[in-house]
């Protein structure tokens, strides 16, 4: 037995613990990343694993959820699409990680914790995209129903992972209508990467789909972000967050290209989201939600016990139910309860 060689080293490898990661992040990271042994903690305290860091854990718990799981048969834009190369929001999710990363990567701020917030950020969207979510906020009185606060919702509450403060505070303020805006910059880079993916993908598969054609696009737009082939525009827009984050010291965008991304988010909702056609789709979609919610509230011994939190009233157990589910269940279940049998 060869007594020099290090507990941690034998035959070429060298374990990497925890404390060696953290310690690397300190040596490693620009000062204004988020360090995993300055997290606020959770709202359980426990031990900290002796491998991964705080964040490593989180981002893990996050794809071992249902929720998760749950996304690739959500919608992203097209409700329940046929073609197997729409975006869902699963791939959304995806897509939104791997530019996050990209961001991060480059910017010299925690990646891992930007990986588990850009994972997390959609998981609790509703079916049918935000047509569901619309749909939902009909049931809330004083506000919206709003998916990022369900996220948070089912990571505590209904599926609870006791995830570190931050990557809930990313969930809470991804999107940007929420006040206030993520603390952290890794919170931060995915509000950004979230726009980069959602606008690229849906150009794309209204194009697909014969929507729109590329002549159609604003040419002041195009002027900015060049033509929509291959990764240009995403190229474009993250090295816009690279250039402008290290000339101003936080994350934020080059203001060109900010404009030129508001533009072009007009011209969807004018041209893609809100078109005669898709808004029938999109009244239908809020017709099975609303019966849905209607026939939950009327039968709650139907609520499966995960979603019948003793607490919670009726209504906001009906809600948690059918925010979790995917497009294709809850057409199956609106079918099977309203849906006339026994005609010939």
């Not at 953290?22 to 300055?38: C, G, H, V």
């Not at 809930?168 to 006040?179: C, E, K, S």
């Not at 059918?322 to 809850?330: E, N, P, Q, S």
Request: charge should be negative; glycine fraction near 6%; hydrophobic fraction near 40%.
């Amino acid at each position: 037995m060869n007594s020099a060689i290090p507990e941690t080293e034998s035959g070429g490898i060298r374990i990497q613990r925890r404390a060696d990661r953290e310690a690397l992040e300190d040596q490693t990271l620009s000062p204004l990343a988020t360090r995993s042994s300055a997290s606020r903690g959770r709202e359980t305290e426990e031990e900290p694993d002796a491998y991964r860091t705080a964040f490593e854990v989180d981002r893990d718990r996050v794809l071992h959820s249902k929720a998760f799981r749950r996304l690739k048969h959500k919608t992203q834009v097209f409700i329940n699409p046929e073609g197997d190369h729409f975006v869902t929001r699963m791939s959304h999710v995806l897509q939104v990680t791997q530019i996050g990363r990209a961001l991060a990567r480059a910017l010299g701020l925690n990646e891992t914790l930007t990986e588990a917030i850009c994972l997390a950020h959609d998981c609790g969207h509703t079916p049918f995209g935000h047509t569901g979510e619309a749909a939902l906020s009909d049931y809330i009185d004083d506000g919206q129903w709003l998916h990022s606060e369900q996220g948070v919702r089912i990571f505590r509450i209904l599926e609870p992972r006791n995830l570190s403060w931050e990557v809930l505070d990313g969930i809470r303020a991804h999107t940007w209508r929420i006040q206030p805006p993520p603390h952290t910059p890794e919170g931060w880079v995915c509000r950004y990467a979230d726009r980069i993916a959602y606008l690229s993908h849906d150009l794309l598969d209204a194009l697909r789909a014969g929507v729109i054609t590329v002549e159609d696009l604003p040419a002041s737009v195009v002027e900015v972000l060049g033509k929509p082939t291959g990764s240009t525009w995403i190229n474009r827009m993250i090295h816009a967050v690279i250039d402008e984050t290290a000339r101003r010291g936080k994350v934020t965008m080059q203001a060109d290209v900010l404009l030129a991304m508001r533009e072009f988010r007009e011209f969807m909702f004018e041209r893609v989201y809100q078109r005669p056609e898709a808004e029938a789709q999109a009244e239908k979609a809020r017709g099975v939600i609303h019966s849905l919610v209607d026939y939950l509230v009327a039968h709650p011994d139907q609520i499966p016990d995960s979603y019948r939190i003793p607490e919670a009233p009726p209504l906001i157990q009906a809600l948690d139910h059918v925010a979790g589910m995917t497009d294709r269940y809850a057409l199956s279940l609106h079918d099977r309860l309203f849906r006339p049998t026994g005609l010939v």
